[in-house]
């Protein structure tokens, strides 16, 4: 006799004639017929992770009816225009992993004041090439102090300052008409102290109580505070708070003003999903879910990457594919690469889980190496990287609008002679500007005396020397900070996935001090990489005798020889090699689309490839630069520039 399924264990119909009884009920014979057929499709994929979840449950048939009551309102709710998104969606799956996909990120207000206003610059989004915009926190956040924005007091409303909720679902149907895909986020961790759930559990109310940890003494706390890190040890150190309107220690893991929601309670689940179909259900096509690596406790571990953190995020997968199934999930999980790469899913949630994830690995070890002047590392990790489930696609990025925290295992930096421990020092000390003759301009964030460990923070033009250059006011240093620029972008771009690029960064701005002017501010020196949008500076784009008209159209020509070459699919693979040459990296990009080699110089000095070691890769005869659109000889070694960067296409016989 063969092993029951879960799926055989639930009344699948019984669900459905339930369902029926809904909003389901009055819509057409083929809007159900559609509906079933997801139904039927994706229970299995529900019903796994909420088992893991809430299988122990006595009332799970319960919970589990409110979660896809959930689901049919959201799918009757649901416009035509987005339905028809759905349709095109599906039938074009791997939509996200083609080489024309481009990310753009900002804040609202440091970009454009207003919502309205961003729709205003769409022509000036759409000139540099960008199918993806990215916007920072714009839900209603608590007043004064709130992380950024990561500090929800109403998920169903926007920011009072950006607009309204209206002026969000005219913008992503802009963008759509444009042929570009919204993306914001969604804190799934904490809610603010002043959300309407924590002002009740204040009141005393038993029912939102249990949506957050609350402890009435120390003694669980101080268990938990064994094994737990911190994250901001400098403003917000430890991970709970004293309460004394409730009288309670509140699990706060980021700021005191932040409490952390109770997933053991699949009524907290049931909340969130429903947050999520109603922003799906405005338009938003993407949902960078924000400190999904803290959703799950675990006593007597850092309560980090837990397996019911991965069936949260399997779970609400499933359940939106069922009502908007052109929605897609990025997560926001900044941890190490063997702990990174389920949440794009694994084993049986392969393709389960996010679709989108920052491969915060890459972007580290591309500093490293513009540092270091020296490849070795960044290729030898990048090596030990698992391949990616075949429908997902890494987010590559250069920076955010977090610090860089130095992610180099010590497994990797050994393998190759050098000690994590000093490695990742010497970095702090170069990109802070300590180093003896560094080119990098940053600030040291949240210095952890327990650990020696020093974030950083900078725009990509000031850690890359640009504003060391401008001090110097000298041609050769300037064109060198130019051109670190535009081969860290070129490495982006034709790695696995979608590029994106932080606002302003396509125009070299530099640190901007002026946050030390707002007290709300003034105590995380993050605010000097998320400076306001230079529209002044824009202007001279076109201007081909200015630094940032170099920047802006040498990105804008690597974005469309992107957009143009094939094998940048994601779907491919991209596995670094060895070039015999310990300054220039070395990257296949391989599927049934072709193959492209990559090399880059990552020194100020001209560098060579032997032919013989490209010939041992299989890549013989004439070679085309797909950035430049010039043929290499067939036979002479190959030479590099500085910071020169080549994407090295075989040209057919």
Not at 22 to 35: D, K, N, R, V, Y
Not at 390 to 417: F, K, P, V
Not at 470 to 483: F, S
Request: glycine letters at 6%; one cysteine or more.
């Amino acid at each position: 006799m063969g092993t029951l399924s879960v799926v055989d264990v639930v009344d699948s119909q019984g669900l459905w004639e339930g369902l029926l009884q809904g909003p389901l009920g009055s819509m057409t014979a083929l809007e159900q017929a559609l509906f079933r057929l997801r139904f039927d499709l994706y229970l299995p994929d529900v019903l796994r992770p909420l088992k893991q979840l809430y299988g122990a449950r006595a009332d799970f048939g319960a919970q589990l009816e409110k979660l896809l009551g959930i689901v049919a309102r959201a799918y009757a709710g649901r416009s035509e225009e987005l339905r028809l998104l759905d349709l095109r969606r599906t039938s074009e799956p791997d939509w996200f992993q083609q080489p024309n996909m481009l990310g753009y990120v900002c804040y609202v207000d440091r970009f454009a004041e207003t919502l309205a206003g961003v729709i205003a610059k769409i022509p000036y989004l759409k000139e540099l090439g960008v199918t993806y915009l990215h916007l920072m926190p714009l839900l209603k956040p608590r007043p004064g102090p709130n992380d950024g924005g990561y500090a929800v007091m109403d998920y169903r409303e926007v920011n009072p300052a950006f607009g309204a909720m209206s002026d969000l679902r005219a913008l992503a149907t802009a963008l759509r008409r444009e042929g570009m895909s919204l993306c914001v986020d969604l804190v799934c961790n904490h809610t603010a102290k002043e959300h309407e759930w924590a002002c009740k559990a204040v009141a005393g109310d038993p029912v939102y109580q249990n949506y957050y940890y609350l402890f009435p003494d120390r003694i669980m706390p101080d268990q938990y505070e064994m094994t737990l890190p911190e994250v901001f040890p400098d403003f917000a150190p430890g991970n709970f708070t004293y309460c004394t309107d409730c009288q309670r220690w509140v699990w706060t893991t980021f700021n005191e003003y932040q409490w952390d929601l109770n997933y053991t309670n699949p009524a907290v689940l049931a909340e969130m999903l429903d947050i999520i179909l109603y922003l799906a259900n405005q338009g938003v096509e993407i949902l960078r879910l924000d400190a999904v690596a803290f959703m799950w406790k675990r006593l007597k571990t850092d309560c980090q990457n837990q397996p019911e953190a991965h069936a949260i995020l399997q779970a609400f997968r499933a359940l939106t594919r069922i009502a908007a199934p052109g929605l897609l999930f990025k997560a926001e999980a900044i941890v190490s690469p063997d702990q990174l790469l389920p949440y794009l899913g694994s084993g049986a949630a392969t393709n389960r889980e996010c679709e989108i994830a920052y491969h915060n690995a890459f972007m580290v070890l591309l500093w490293s190496s513009l540092a270091e002047r020296r490849v070795t590392l960044m290729t030898h990790a990048l090596q030990n990287m698992p391949d990616t489930p075949a429908n997902s696609a890494w987010l590559t990025y250069l920076r955010c609008h977090d610090d860089i925290g130095w992610a180099i295992r010590d497994e990797d930096a050994a393998a190759i002679g050098l000690s994590g421990f000093l490695h990742r020092a010497f970095l702090s000390d170069f990109y802070s500007g300590r180093f003896p003759e560094t080119f990098a301009r940053g600030g040291t964030f949240q210095y952890n005396p327990k650990t020696g460990d020093r974030r950083i923070s900078g725009t990509l033009a000031s850690l890359a020397g640009l504003e060391a250059a401008a001090e110097q006011q000298g041609w050769q240093e300037i064109d060198l900070a130019v051109r670190r620029i535009l081969l860290l972008h070129a490495m982006i771009l034709a790695f696995n996935g979608i590029p994106i690029i932080y606002m302003g960064d396509e125009l070299g701005l530099l640190n901007d001090k002026s946050y030390l002017n707002d007290p709300n501010l003034a105590d995380d020196n993050r605010w000097m990489h998320r400076p306001r949008m230079d529209w002044n500076k824009a202007e001279q784009r076109h201007d081909w005798q200015t630094v940032t008209a170099r920047i802006f159209q040498g990105l804008q020509a690597m974005i469309e020889a992107r957009k143009q070459t094939i094998s940048l699919h994601a779907a491919g693979r991209c596995y670094p090699v060895w070039t015999h040459n310990e300054q220039v990296f070395g990257m296949i990009r391989a599927s049934a689309r072709g193959r492209l080699l990559v090399l880059a110089n990552f020194t100020e000095r001209t560098q060579k490839v032997p032919r013989h070691r490209l010939h041992d890769m299989g890549f013989k005869g004439g070679l085309l630069n797909r950035l430049d659109g010039k043929n290499l000889d067939s036979w002479s070694e190959v030479q590099l520039d500085p910071y020169q960067a080549l994407w090295l296409e075989p040209i057919p016989v």
